[in-house]
């Protein structure tokens, strides 16, 4: 009995779940080794899940970019990877490439970043199509060329006195938090590391958030990234609301309100 049990303790399950960086994946065991002598092959192939570090809720733990690694996982998985329009992390993803051990994905982002047709001259969206060795080209599948569409709504709250004179300059004060809803993946592509997920944390790049905000205060600063990313901005509303310090109708009006933009790409 004490030989199975050490047998079926030594064995990793079939669907493994991973926490990178603070980011949960889902995927199958031969996913993970497909590219023989890898980092992630040698992981799951050569040691023991007694071996590997986990996190408070038994997922095997990478401390790497969370984000990129969906990258990673589309080389493993889909046998190709699209990259997205404007996709600007392309030497962070080599790194990435270089850390888990794939040689021939480090070699292909090399490639396109040095590769002319994907210059803004050229007049092609920076598109790179990079195949695994796992499989020949034959077998790859069909993907709409260029980044994914979606909505991101970017949110904020302010507040504002007037004072009596109408005329007057109105006191605005500091942006507390902006705040974005949209789907994970569009978040993450967009803001990066910018982007705080401690109110959501833990989400599948599937799924859907309201809960995220930025790290910054400028909205300007946010609308770069969105025009940098492609997106653009199909709608905005506004509401406000006023109260009063006191009774004194010459006292300072505060006004709060709240504003949303939607941009989309």
């Known amino acids: ?9 030594s064995t990793f399950p079939e669907i493994v779940e991973l926490n990178v960086g603070g980011q949960v994946y889902v995927t199958r065991l031969e996913t993970l080794t497909a590219v023989p002598n890898s980092l992630l092959w040698a992981k799951f192939t050569q040691s023991s899940p007694a071996d590997l ?6 997922r095997f733990f990478f ?21 997205p329009e404007f996709f600007k992390e392309k030497r962070r993803l080599q790194k990435e490439a270089d850390f888990f051990q794939l040689p021939e994905l480090s070699r292909r982002l090399a490639a396109t970043s040095k590769d002319s047709s994907y210059t803004e001259d050229s007049g092609d969206p920076e598109e790179a199509e990079l ?14 060329p260029g980044a994914p569409a979606g ?4 949110g904020y709250r302010g507040s504002y006195t007037i004072g009596r004179d109408i005329q007057a300059d109105a006191k605005f004060r500091r942006v507390a938090r902006i705040t974005v809803c949209s789907k994970i993946s569009l978040a993450k592509e967009v803001f990066g590391e910018t982007l705080n997920e401690s109110r959501d944390p833990d989400r599948p790049p599937d799924k859907y958030t ?17 025009a940098d990313a492609g997106f653009h901005m199909v ?11 006191s009774s004194d109708p010459g006292e300072d009006k505060l006004w709060t309100s709240y504003t949303e ?3 989309c790409r």
């Open 1 to 9: 009995l004490k030989s199975s049990e050490n047998a079926t303790n």
């Open 53 to 58: 570090p986990k996190d408070s809720k038994g």
């Open 63 to 83: 401390d790497r970019d969370g984000f990129l690694f969906r990258y990673i996982l589309d080389y493993l998985r889909d046998s190709e990877l699209f990259l």
């Open 131 to 144: 195949l695994s060795p796992v499989t020949s080209s034959s077998d790859r599948a069909l993907r709409s």
């Open 151 to 154: 909505f991101i709504t970017v």
């Open 210 to 226: 309201s809960r995220y905000y930025l790290k910054y205060n400028f909205l300007e600063q946010a609308f770069d990234r969105l």
């Open 235 to 245: 709608a905005c509303s506004s509401t406000g609301t006023c109260s009063y310090g």
């Open 261 to 263: 933009y939607v941009f």
